[in-house]
């Protein structure tokens, strides 16, 4: 792909510890070259449904909650796990206690100062409401806050990937005021007080969320870093509007309406590229598209027709349809890039098939009687509307009564909640640093994927400590992927935003972030 180098940013998200080699890119420029002051507006896809960070695993929430909230730690440029919250931590060598010390100082956006009772009561509530938490604390014995800065967490088995769980900011381990948990409980929280560089101000429905700098923000004194590291506040505040047409919100930052658009065209990519006025973010590896089924009830829980949807698909032209330009994807079966020490061949001979007539004969194998296969998916998403006008289309030549319904992308939130309102729903799936935080690996997860086999991988997954041992075990699980099929996966996108040039220290990732972030005047 030709790029403006002056106007195009590219990221690779490389894990460290992961690769053969890794060379993170610096942490950005001199932070004595950031201005200061002026209002970010970014253009987004649509409307989040709330910000409660820990029980939406939703890309909406978890770009805006992220500026909020803070976890105890939280990963770096290279998706190393660095302290945030925490000022540090011990593990017993049996690997079951983890003793975590928080640091003082630090004040919630209501004027609090952070206490461990805060972070105990907030761990409890994310092992309750929390997809990731609920696996997290199947191994969890204890939660303890011996002092007001400590923090224990006694484990039943070791749980390799723990500190990751608690740094990811997707269904992230938040913390918040004990007062705010107490009052929610497992509902919904509607009340967003962390500990973040920006604090929520106000939000007018179907018009804009508006966050503001928090003056009295705890910063870390360690070099910025990815979602690590120091993060300040140059800017007054930020705005989210929610713009479903991804040609307006490119528009929109064209004419200076706003100085971020996310999720935009790829199709747009060759023009905007050669605009000195903009830059165009182009974030690899950024995420695949999927499939997911509800494997609790209805038609899609008789795993043969899931194998038959499967056997009918042929990916190329969905990724086409998806994702534009051939330069932004890929298609490939394994859930981790070639290089990485995730990447995995198994179930690889199931992927991209193309076989409509096999497809029939497993259905006809499944006792398929014609039934509706409801299918949910957005426009707001471009991509996934695509994704699923293309496949409903090859899934009907095979023999599916396909009920293609489409939403906006808050009410296909609630609906794949809800197990007697669809059989498969449409979305995407950022990379993440370890396999045991995809998704559809809690059985909490819509798609309710909990069969005997999955449960006993996931289990073993988590308790090896070994890393050659887990990539055998994660070897056996994407085989299982595409053997049982809970999902199907189409393959792998590069993401694509567009900012101003204005944007100065920008770190394009699959979740924009703005601290340490300013505009140019």
Not at 223 to 242: H, N, R
Not at 428 to 454: A, C, N, R
Not at 476 to 491: D, S, W
């Amino acid at each position: 792909m030709r790029r403006n180098t002056k106007a195009s940013l590219v990221v690779a998200l490389l894990v460290l510890g992961m690769l053969a080699v890794n060379s993170p890119a610096p942490a950005g420029q001199a932070v004595a070259a950031v201005p200061q002051g002026g209002t970010l507006k970014v253009a987004t896809i649509g409307e989040p449904p709330n910000l409660d960070v820990m029980t939406l695993p939703a890309d909406l929430v978890t770009m805006i909650g992220q500026h909020i909230f803070e976890q105890m730690f939280a990963f770096d440029e290279a998706y190393d796990v660095k302290p945030m919250l925490a000022e540090s931590y011990t593990v017993s060598p049996d690997g079951k206690t983890y003793t975590i010390k928080l640091r003082k100082g630090v004040k919630f956006h209501n004027g609090q100062e952070m206490t461990s009772t805060d972070a105990l009561a907030s761990i409890n509530r994310w092992g309750k409401v929390s997809s990731r938490g609920k696996i997290a604390f199947n191994s969890v014995e204890s939660v303890a806050a011996p002092d007001a800065s400590t923090v224990v967490i006694k484990l039943k088995t070791p749980f390799a990937p723990l500190l990751s769980f608690l740094a990811f900011q997707n269904t992230a381990a938040a913390v918040m005021p004990k007062a705010i948990v107490d009052k929610f409980g497992d509902k919904v929280v509607t009340e967003y007080v962390g500990t973040g560089p920006y604090r929520f101000e106000d939000w007018r429905p179907d018009f804009r969320i508006r966050l503001t700098r928090y003056t009295e923000y705890a910063a870390r004194t360690d070099a910025p870093s990815g979602f690590a590291g120091k993060k300040t506040a140059y800017l007054d505040a930020l705005e989210f509007y929610p713009v479903t047409e991804a040609g307006a919100r490119i528009a929109g930052v064209e004419a200076g309406d706003y100085q971020y658009a996310y999720t935009v065209s790829k199709e747009a990519y060759p023009r905007l590229s050669k605009n000195a006025n903009l830059m165009t973010l182009v974030i690899s590896p950024g995420q695949w598209g999927w499939i997911i089924f509800n494997n609790k009830q209805g038609i899609a829980a008789n795993q043969g027709v899931r194998q038959a949807a499967l056997a009918a698909l042929n990916m190329e032209p969905i990724l086409r349809a998806a994702y534009g330009l051939t330069d932004f994807y890929q298609m490939e079966p394994s859930y981790y890039p070639k290089g990485t020490a995730w990447y995995s061949t198994g179930g690889a001979t199931y992927y991209n098939q193309k076989n409509p007539a096999l497809a029939k004969q497993l259905l006809a194998k499944a006792g398929y009687k014609n039934e509706p296969l409801r299918i949910i998916c957005t426009k707001e998403y471009e991509y996934m509307y695509n994704i699923g006008v293309t496949a409903a289309a090859q899934l009907k030549e095979a023999g599916l009564n396909v009920d293609l319904q489409v939403f906006d992308w808050a009410t296909v939130l609630d609906r794949r909640g809800k197990p007697d309102m669809y059989d498969a729903f449409v979305t995407g799936h950022g990379f993440v640093p370890d396999p045991s935080l995809i998704t559809i690996l809690s059985s909490q997860y819509p798609g309710w994927w909990d069969s005997p086999e999955k449960n006993a991988l996931v289990a073993k997954l988590n308790s090896t400590t070994q890393t050659a041992a887990r990539k055998q075990v994660w070897d056996k699980m994407q085989e299982l992927i595409y053997t049982q099929v809970p999902a199907i996966r189409i393959g792998q996108e590069k993401l694509f935003d567009v900012a101003t040039a204005k944007l100065v220290n920008y770190w394009p990732s699959v979740w924009p972030n703005f601290w340490n972030v300013g505009l140019a005047k």
